[in-house]
């Protein structure tokens, strides 16, 4: 059975940085596209970056744009997310979610994702 395991999260004050991972286990990771959500508590999970299974293309939402960083390693198959310059803004718990296709479709639909970690706080603080 599929299963995906993050790590890395915690507190760090704004403008601090971050790498997240994302371990997968009962799959080969390189036909399957990976996305990174979080949700902020009282707020509905967002969509934040997606890599395509080849790692050759990645998107991410506007408010991360030029300071995460998705990227992957299949033969560990293990996804990663590079957070730098984080602000308050970016404090929630963050997931790593499998689909079955090969590229990232559009618009971060949880529905397009059957798999999803357990989570990882991060909390971003001074």
């Known amino acids: 059975q599929l299963q995906l395991v993050e790590s890395g999260g915690g507190l760090v004050q704004p403008g601090g940085s971050l790498r997240l991972s994302c371990v997968a286990s009962?799959?080969?990771?390189?036909?399957?596209?990976i996305g990174w959500f979080r949700q902020a508590p009282g707020k509905e999970r967002e969509g934040v970056a997606c890599?395509?299974?080849?790692?050759?293309?990645?998107n991410y939402v506007d408010s991360v744009k030029g300071r995460f960083t998705i990227s992957r390693d299949n033969a560990k198959n293990t996804v990663y997310l590079r957070m730098n310059s984080l602000k308050p803004e970016d404090t929630g718990v963050y997931y790593c979610?499998?689909?079955?296709?090969?590229?990232?479709?559009?618009?971060?639909?949880?529905?397009?994702?059957?798999?999803w970690g357990q989570g990882t706080q991060v909390t971003v603080s001074s």
């Open positions: 979610a499998w689909t079955p296709y090969y590229i990232c479709r559009t618009g971060y639909k949880v529905s397009d994702y059957n798999y």
């Open positions: 009962g799959v080969t990771l390189n036909q399957d596209a």
């Open positions: 890599i395509s299974a080849s790692g050759s293309s990645t």
